[in-house]
């Protein structure tokens, strides 16, 4: 599975938008980009993923640069409770059989009033 | 309700003594993970498993060992092998086609 590369901290205000970078410039043209958070002493919450064309859900949106070597995660309106660990990971598609996430540190982002 | 169940929350162990970690799930799920994680780091993998009686190591299965006897249970057992098993220990499952998702985690501690 490809690395990736993300800041260690970054900071937000409250309401504003969240744009947290990723780097994964080695990823494979099957391989897709996952992003997750954790909330101290949590387990990973899912937060989204794609493979090339920008998504969107209710929690975040996903911009995929066109030569898929970085991405970034929003959150377009920022609250307390997204104080978190990021996680972007590239792995193999879901249905891959043995499809497998490899974590690195994240990113603490920490919104602030 | 449906969900990822990691019991207890919190466990001990003396030095020596074998200690199992219990994840059930009742999404229907077909794989079963389980990472280890130690302060200030991300998770990393020990254990999973795709289908019911069959299981891969991870990166770091040394000291640990899995059961699949059943679709919804995958319990994790620490043996007196893993030198270093104070963490935080999360178990994850997912359907054939969706990403995993994560229980709430099992702390673990040496007495």
């Known amino acids: 599975d490809a690395k990736t590369t993300q800041p260690t901290s970054m900071d937000c205000a409250e309401g504003r938008a969240a744009n947290l970078p990723c780097n994964h410039s080695t990823i494979s043209g099957n391989e897709y980009v996952y992003w997750y958070r954790q909330i101290h002493s949590q387990g990973p919450q899912y937060i989204i993923h794609?493979?090339?064309n920008n998504e969107t859900n209710e929690m975040a949106s996903l911009i995929i640069t066109e030569d898929r070597k970085s991405s970034t995660l929003i959150l377009p309106h920022a609250t307390l409770r997204d104080t978190a660990v990021y996680y972007c990971?590239?792995?193999?598609?879901?249905?891959?059989?043995?499809?497998?996430?490899?974590f690195g540190e994240g990113t603490q982002l920490t919104v602030n009033p | 309700d449906g969900g990822i169940t990691q019991s207890p929350k919190y466990l001990f162990r003396k030095e020596g003594q074998n200690v199992t970690l219990s994840c059930e799930q009742n999404l229907n799920h077909d794989a079963m993970y389980w990472y280890r994680q130690d302060p200030g780091q991300g998770l990393r993998l020990i254990y999973y498993s795709q289908i019911v009686n069959d299981f891969q190591k991870g990166d770091i299965a040394e000291g640990y060992s899995v059961s699949r006897e059943k679709k919804e249970s995958f319990p994790l057992t620490v043996t007196s092998a893993q030198k270093n098993p104070t963490a935080f220990y999360l178990c994850?499952?997912?359907?054939?086609?969706?990403?995993?998702?994560f229980g709430d985690g099992t702390r673990l501690s040496i007495l």
């Open positions: 990971i590239v792995s193999s598609a879901p249905e891959t059989s043995g499809s497998r996430l490899t």
């Open positions: 794609g493979l090339k």
């Open positions: 994850a499952s997912r359907p054939f086609n969706q990403p995993q998702h």
